[in-house]
């Protein structure tokens, strides 16, 4: 959660990431690709198709006085940022193919485009939030396991497979708000700011 020492108990947190849309094009030929996993990796928890983004920052649960100054921060990253081509690469996992807790589709990313809007909204809210450490890989959550699992003992191609998509234009931060449910979570955009306008 944002560092907030002034916050009041009976403030209700709002769960917050930003993130940049996918074109549902592409979402549905990735949905296609990956579909003979589904049924072979043991206790994996597939994510929906309608929830796939590139997140950028999660912001986790965030007091509603902060909102603004988060939106604030959307707008200027996005004002600094400029569009820019993406496609998907290949599918990989986090940690290690020996200890699997997630699956993800890749983005090429050659300039570093990504990273630097992360960098960007990390120095805009770096007063509440804590900068991301670890290198930012460009990705879609695709399904979690846990525990972790050997992926390599169910689907031992499935690291690094070539799943490329068409090239698509990257132009836009959009602010989520992620509302968690036994039926799976529920994304409603808070607020979309395309690139380079003032």
């Known amino acids: 959660m944002a560092r907030d020492r ?6 209700k947190p709002l769960r917050l990431f930003i993130a940049v849309d996918v074109p549902d094009a592409v979402k549905a030929e990735l949905a296609g690709r990956i579909g003979p996993f589904r049924e072979r990796i043991p206790g ?3 994510t929906k198709e309608d929830g ?10 965030t007091w509603p ?8 921060a959307v707008e200027e990253a996005a004002r600094r940022a400029a569009t820019f081509q993406t496609r998907l690469t290949a599918l990989g996992v986090f940690a ?23 960098r960007a909204l990390d120095g805009l809210l ?30 031992p191609e499935i690291v690094g497979m070539e799943i ?8 836009r931060l959009v602010l989520y708000r992620s509302h968690l449910s036994p039926h799976g979570a529920k994304y409603e955009p808070l607020l979309a700011r395309p690139f380079g306008v003032p």
Not at 65 to 72: E, I, P, T
Not at 133 to 152: G, Q, S, V, Y
Request: proline letters at 9%.
């Open 96 to 118: 290690t193919p020996r200890r699997t807790r997630v699956v993800w589709a890749g983005l090429d990313d050659p300039d570093r485009r990504f990273a630097g809007i992360v």
């Open 52 to 61: 796939w983004h590139v997140t950028l920052k999660f912001l986790g649960a």
């Open 44 to 46: 994996a928890r597939w």
């Open 6 to 11: 002034a916050s009041r108990p009976e403030a």
């Open 164 to 171: 490329p998509s068409a090239d698509f234009e990257v132009q």
């Open 126 to 155: 770096s007063e509440d939030f804590e900068p991301e450490k670890r290198e930012f890989t460009p990705h879609l959550t695709l399904a979690r396991l846990n525990p972790p699992r050997d992926i390599r003992e169910f689907a």
């Open 65 to 72: 006085r902060l909102v603004q100054q988060v939106s604030g």
